[in-house]
């Protein structure tokens, strides 16, 4: 496995991946199907790579035997008082899971965060996503708070951590 930065050759295999994650897993933003690689789903990918080859943000993913199986995006803050802080979203495909994709990615991100002058990273993730919590927590991410009723998962409300992780 490697991490690469992504550019605009991987679009497609990054929407392949990003399909299949919304398959295999209830715990990413997109329900299965819903997310559209047309004109404004390309778009919406062009802009995450375009901002990290400029610096602003990050975009990388791990890849192995050709195909993207992990991927991780941290979004700075767009105005002064928050330009500090960067959101973070994080996916790895089950057959992935449990063998140290998402470390080495937040690894990454960690290496990005101080080298760019991010202070506080942020994410939420799902109460009940115990794997993910434990990844998160294991890097140095704490619960900052509940977010109660913030997703509806195949027609019920779930709840959301919000967790965050400060460099001093």
């Not at 004109?39 to 990290?52: P, Q």
């Not at 192995?64 to 994080?90: M, P, Q, W």
């Not at 080298?115 to 434990?134: F, I, S, Y």
């Not at 109660?148 to 992780?165: Q, W």
């Amino acid at each position: 496995m490697k991490i690469i930065n992504l550019n605009y050759n991987d679009i497609t295999r990054l929407y392949h991946m990003l399909n299949v994650l919304d398959d295999e897993t209830d715990f990413m933003m997109y329900e299965p199907g819903e997310r559209k690689l047309d004109e404004k789903g390309y778009e919406d990918l062009r802009r995450l790579i375009e901002n990290a080859a400029s610096g602003k943000d990050l975009l990388i993913a791990a890849e192995e035997d050709g195909g993207i199986v992990g991927f991780l995006s941290a979004e700075r803050g767009k105005l002064n008082r928050v330009k500090h802080t960067a959101y973070v979203v994080c996916g790895v495909l089950r057959d992935y899971r449990g063998r140290g994709v998402g470390s080495e990615l937040l690894k990454q991100l960690d290496q990005w965060a101080m080298l760019n002058d991010v202070v506080h990273l942020e994410l939420t993730v799902e109460c009940r996503n115990d794997g993910a919590k434990r990844l998160y927590e294991k890097n140095g991410f704490a619960v900052e708070g509940v977010r109660r009723g913030s997703m509806k998962v195949n027609g019920s409300f779930a709840d959301e951590y919000y967790m965050g992780k400060i460099f001093n």
